[in-house]
């Protein structure tokens, strides 16, 4: 067993029975290929939260500056993390991440930027259409995190189906349509959670 997995199976041992975690639709999760995973954001729980219940490892982008802590300049990388300098166009993170997914890996990403201080599904950035747009044949896979995080109180995780991106690519379609698209399967997710059906 390498270090993610073990590590893995630590974190999941902890919140899974922590905050009840109830996990559906991973049967919806491609099990070879690149795969973007596009979650809501509501919580600082949110990446490892989605990290340990995907059924396979996912590449995250966590700020640079992590990395300069001596301890996580060594973790990180370990558990499949990269780092992208914030509030500037990182060239290094952009070609991390795009080789990931042609290379038929997972990378995760919240794409509104920042988390909901109220819950509610917010704007989706560009950033996650570009990725999808550029990264070869990957397909997205919508996640809804449905909470609050609070313990012994059931936090939901829903996986939904791959989204082609091929029709936004022949089309020449742009990254915020993409994003569109993207945030309106997540909605669709919460919201048929929320009602019940």
């Known amino acids: 067993m390498d270090f993610y997995h073990f590590a893995k199976s630590v974190v999941y041992g902890v919140l899974k029975p922590l905050y009840r975690l109830d996990v559906k639709g991973t049967e919806h999760f491609p ?8 979650a809501n954001h509501i919580s600082e729980l949110d990446p490892p939260v989605v ?12 700020k640079a500056e992590l990395f300069e802590a001596p301890i996580l300049k060594n973790l990180l990388p370990n558990l499949h993390v990269f780092p992208v300098k914030r509030g500037l166009s990182d060239r290094n993170a952009i ?14 990403m919240f794409p509104e930027g920042t988390r909901s201080k109220d819950g509610t599904l ?11 747009l550029k990264g070869g044949d990957a397909v997205v896979v919508p996640c809804a995190v449905i909470g609050p995080y609070r313990p012994l109180r059931k936090v939901k995780i829903r996986y939904g189906k791959p989204l082609d991106i091929t029709p936004f690519r022949d089309r020449k379609a742009g990254a915020e349509e993409v994003t569109e698209a993207i945030m309106e399967e997540i909605r669709l997710l919460i ?6 059906k």
């Open 122 to 132: 917010g704007k989706g950035l560009s950033g996650a259409g570009f990725f999808a």
């Open 95 to 108: 070609r991390t991440a795009v080789g990931l997914l042609k290379d038929g890996q997972v990378v995760g």
């Open 51 to 62: 990290g340990i219940t995907a059924p396979r490892p996912i590449n995250f982008m966590a």
């Open 31 to 38: 099990r070879e290929g690149g795969v973007l995973v596009c």
């Open 191 to 196: 919201e048929k959670e929320n009602s019940g």
